[in-house]
């Protein structure tokens, strides 16, 4: 059942289990958010008059006006250190970089000042700031617009990394990101915006950093995030047809991980494969083996293995740009070398 | 000028000295470590601009910062114990001399980032603007940070909405070895302004009633909603960038000169020749100041260290793999 959501200006209308696209949560999160705390405002490139380029702040402007809703000049360095000052001093800003690509020219707000204040002050200033941002292979993008910025931003203490993927995840984690009074970064994949899931705005919500299994099974611990999990799922619907039960988690946050659900699953398959769309070298899926290695070595059965993006700046070509990321196929390939062991006793 | 205000000027640049200095002994002891900017020669910036300020209004600053934190009020005894890394540091030893944090004195930071007090100091003001208040934001830097583009990037947000900032230039003239006349195309800082239709000024930065005088105007053009404004103060710094730096690249000549306009010793003799201090209250701030001072060192000494290298990572802390407990 489709229903009429907070983007349309009226108050939100809230009704249980209902079909909502991923940017109609993320609208619908940013509404509530708005509407029940005075200091949550938004800025970033075309969030206001022009809705957001993704649709994501749709309506917002007209309802809570330009102080709140501030479209703002490209100058992503300055506009996310301008969230940071108004965290320092009671606002809960929402910085929108318009996509990942960009947010490079913002790191030192991010990475200098955002996760480092807190501590640098001894504990007397919090930075509650959320940066969200669109990321990921889309559609033949070329090289400098289909980045994935995971490696450089987990490996900064301070920050905390989440990576919805759902409507209802993309709903909860950020208004749960919104609340958090530590700087959080909520990466959002540009193609799953469109994508359709159940939504229940009632149903009790996740821990903020929590994993969660999307499929049950007992031979192979499939990991993933954002896009990856409807890959991996689609690689445990053919695993399943050769007799293979492959769980399939998603991680839904980077740092912290929930890496005590990922070792509860491995105690029971025995077998981890992570599938990451982010490049192979020195990725998360990188941290994700080793840690899992360290937690639950005498539980695996085989080494950890990593089906992830190829070591290359994204193609524009469309069938390069396939084929620098992993499909189905490359998951249910490499899971059968994974198992074959087993599969020959 | 009144009698009361000389006083204050010569407390306030007196006691800035006497700590530096102490700084540097300390750093030279052994007791302090890391990167050690201070400030002497500029005393009539710090004191000139910030005597000006209502105790509402909010200061960023760079990481040459410890005479804006002494006279916005941070204790001396806070900020030497946080040059010492003690637990008793205005940062409780987590920051340093480059990352001074105060919250009750609105003194939001030391940041070690060229070019970051900009994009701070608009965010506080966008908040303040945002709702209704009254408040102006310090927002200092070097001659050297209005090359980042942060500069420039903030100067179009101030201007585009009306944020209170007060822009504080501190132009001594160095960006470490490298000449003001070498990295700047057009040396006049205030002029950097003009295309973002944001007005600004430019005073003697060795003068501290002229400090004072110019902060007033420009703080009543930016309070009463103007928008924000630039203050360029023409000064020079004595000693090398930091403890690291000798400062070799500069003339005898040219330090020789500078000192003899030193913005403390020709402050204390302009308040003599007016009668607004005899010797004999020059002797007690004097005596005051360097009794601060020792008591600082003496507090820091005995202060104990911090012992939780991981608090603070979070505000809430979580168990989770990557966190902070
Ligand atoms: C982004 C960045 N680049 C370089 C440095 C190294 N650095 C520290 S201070 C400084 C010179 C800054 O000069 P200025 O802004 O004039 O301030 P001053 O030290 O003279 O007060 C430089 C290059 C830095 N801290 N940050
Ligand atoms: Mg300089």
């Given at each position: 059942m489709r229903t009429r959501h907070a983007n349309l200006g009226h108050e939100p209308v809230t009704v249980r289990a209902r079909e909502l696209k991923v940017w109609e949560a993320l609208n619908l999160a940013l509404d509530e958010a708005m509407a029940t705390d005075e200091a949550v405002f938004i800025l970033g490139e075309d969030v206001g008059l022009y809705g957001g380029s993704y649709r994501v702040t749709q309506g917002l402007y007209a309802k809570y006006g330009e102080w709140r809703v501030r479209d703002t000049p490209i100058s992503e360095n300055s506009f996310t250190g301008l969230g940071v000052g108004a965290a320092l001093v009671g606002g809960r800003p929402v910085v929108e970089i318009m996509t990942v690509n960009f947010a490079l020219l913002a790191l030192d707000a991010i990475i200098n000042m955002a996760a480092k204040l807190r501590y640098m002050s001894g504990g007397q200033f919090t930075v509650p700031l959320v940066v969200r941002m669109p990321g990921g292979v889309a559609k033949q993008l070329a090289a400098q617009h289909s980045q994935r910025l995971e490696h450089t931003l987990?490996?900064?203490?301070?920050l905390r990394v989440v990576v919805p993927g759902t409507p209802q995840d993309s709903y909860w984690q950020l208004k749960q990101s919104i609340d958090c009074d530590d700087p959080v970064i909520v990466l959002e994949h540009e193609l799953l915006y469109n994508e359709t899931g159940l939504f229940d705005a009632e149903a009790e919500p996740l821990p903020l950093h929590s994993a969660a299994v999307r499929r049950e099974g007992r031979d192979l611990t499939l990991i993933a995030w954002h896009r990856m999990v409807p890959v991996a799922l689609q690689a445990a619907e053919t695993l399943a047809a050769e007799g293979i039960e492959a769980e399939v988690i998603d991680?839904?946050?980077?740092?912290?991980?929930?890496l005590p659900a990922l070792v509860a699953s491995v105690n029971k398959t025995h077998h981890a494969l992570v599938v990451e769309e982010d490049c192979r070298f020195a990725g998360a899926g990188a941290e994700i083996a080793a840690s899992l290695h360290e937690a639950a070595f005498g539980a695996l059965d085989a080494p950890v293995e990593r089906v992830a993006g190829l070591d290359v700046p994204t193609p524009y070509n469309g069938l390069l740009e396939q084929a620098s990321i992993p499909d189905a196929a490359a998951v249910v390939g490499t899971a059968l070398r994974l198992l074959t062991p087993r599969v020959e006793e | 000028m009144q009698r009361e205000l000389a006083r204050q000027f010569l407390h306030d640049m007196i006691l800035a000295r006497e700590f530096e200095q102490a700084a540097a002994d300390q750093y030279q002891a052994g007791n302090i470590a890391g990167f050690l900017h201070l400030y002497p020669g500029e005393e009539a910036v710090a004191v000139g601009s910030l005597r000006?300020?209502?105790?509402g209004d909010y200061v960023v600053s760079t990481y040459r910062e410890h005479v804006h934190a002494l006279v916005r009020g941070v204790p001396a005894r806070a900020v030497m114990a946080e040059l010492f890394g003690k637990a008793t540091g205005c940062s409780g030893g987590y920051g340093g001399s480059m990352h001074l944090f105060d919250r009750e004195r609105r003194f939001l930071g030391g940041y070690a980032i060229v070019g970051e007090t900009f994009p701070v100091a608009i965010g506080v003001a966008y908040w303040l603007r945002m709702n209704n208040r009254n408040d102006v934001v310090y927002c200092f830097f070097g001659d050297g940070a209005a090359n980042q583009g942060t500069f420039h990037e903030s100067l179009n947000m101030a201007a585009l909405w009306k944020l209170p900032v007060l822009f504080l230039c501190e132009n001594n003239h160095y960006q470490i070895g490298t000449e003001i006349h070498r990295h700047t195309a057009?040396?006049?800082?205030?002029?950097?302004t003009t295309p973002y239709g944001i007005p600004g000024k430019r005073v003697d930065g060795m003068d501290v009633e002229a400090v004072y005088a110019a902060t007033r105007e420009v703080l009543e053009f930016v309070r009463a909603g103007n928008g924000p404004m630039l203050l360029e103060c023409d000064t020079y710094r004595y000693r090398g960038h930091s403890m690291a730096d000798s400062g070799a690249y500069r003339s005898t000549l040219e330090v020789q000169e500078l000192m003899a306009r030193d913005p403390v010793k020709s402050f204390r003799q302009r308040a003599l020749e007016q009668g607004w201090v005899n010797e004999e209250d020059l002797t007690d701030i004097e005596n005051a100041a360097q009794r601060s001072v020792e008591d600082a060192v003496r507090f820091a000494a005995e202060s104990p260290e911090p012992d939780d290298?991981?608090?603070?990572?979070?505000?809430e802390p979580f168990h989770l793999y990557g966190g902070s407990r």
């Open positions: 987990l490996n900064v203490p301070g991680l839904r946050s980077l740092r912290p991980l929930d | 000006a300020a209502d105790a057009v040396p006049e800082i205030w002029r950097h290298v991981r608090k603070d990572v979070y505000a």
